[in-house]
């Protein structure tokens, strides 16, 4: 079997960040003896690297060392895998009882990323949603849930920031009637999506404090309005807070 990597670009970007992982900071000419690559090579690379913020060079000694970049990446990846082992039995336990599919997004930016999901086994519509799949933080319960739980600012920048449209005749597009909107989903402890992000589908859901103390996860149950009536969401409610409830006692 050939153990090369296919792209040899991508083999050299990492060598040299190992090296310098491995090495306070080095010099051009260091990094080239320790990589046998020509100073032209590991110059083009270097300048990648500081592009995309991974190396930067010091202007005292006008050698190149790490970013704390990679850091932020590997604690993403640990809090992920950590929220997923955590969070999934009651993941599943909210669908077994719920019968409805249910997911686990987290916030990134203005928008909200499907990081695991349970399918109902019982329901013959499957949501088009998947993991890895994105949705808006304004016109989704998942989204609304975490913004009831942002300060006033930083509500106001996600607002701003984001590229707000009538996705459907029920989307929130004005400010003061979304900041009502939230005003409710705090007095009763879950947002919901009235078919604001798509036609034919209702979602109520509930924000997750993470590890660092803010909320940037939630949790939803998303059904067919067919089967999400006024009474049935007043049922889906109290699994969904019960579920919240049971998650940050171990968080």
């Known amino acids: 079997m050939d153990r090369r990597n ?3 670009v991508a083999d050299r970007l990492f060598q ?19 990589l046998e690559l020509n100073k032209s090579t590991v110059h083009r690379i270097l300048n990648s690297l500081m592009y995309m913020g991974y190396v930067r060079q010091s202007e005292e000694y006008g050698k190149y060392e790490s970013t704390l970049k990679i850091v932020d990446i590997a ?6 895998r950590d929220i997923l082992s955590l969070v999934r039995p009651h993941l599943r336990a909210l669908m077994e009882v719920s019968k409805e599919t249910v997911h686990l997004v987290e916030r990134d930016g203005v928008e909200a990323v499907y990081i695991d999901k ?23 319960a998942v989204g609304k849930a975490m913004a009831a739980d942002m300060s006033e600012a930083d509500r106001k920048e996600m607002w701003n920031s984001s590229h707000i449209i009538k996705k459907t005749p029920y989307t929130i597009t004005a400010y003061e009637e979304f900041e009502k909107n939230l005003e ?8 919901l999506d009235n078919e ?20 940037e996860y939630a949790l939803s149950i998303s059904a067919p309005v067919n089967r999400m009536d006024n009474k049935r969401i007043k049922e889906l409610s109290e699994y969904v807070l019960k579920t919240k409830e049971d998650i940050m006692a171990k968080l």
């Open 16 to 34: 040299v960040m190992e090296l310098l992982a491995s090495n306070r900071r080095m010099g051009l000419t260091e990094i080239s003896i320790a």
């Open 6 to 8: 296919p792209i040899q």
């Open 184 to 191: 409710e989903i705090r007095t009763r402890g879950y947002a």
């Open 75 to 80: 604690d993403k990846i640990m809090r992920n």
């Open 118 to 140: 349970v399918e109902s086994y019982l329901n013959s519509i499957q949501m088009v949603s998947h993991i890895g799949s994105r949705t808006p933080l304004y016109c989704s």
């Open 196 to 215: 604001e992000n798509e036609m034919g589908v209702r979602c109520i859901a509930v924000s997750l404090k993470g590890y660092l103390g803010g909320y």
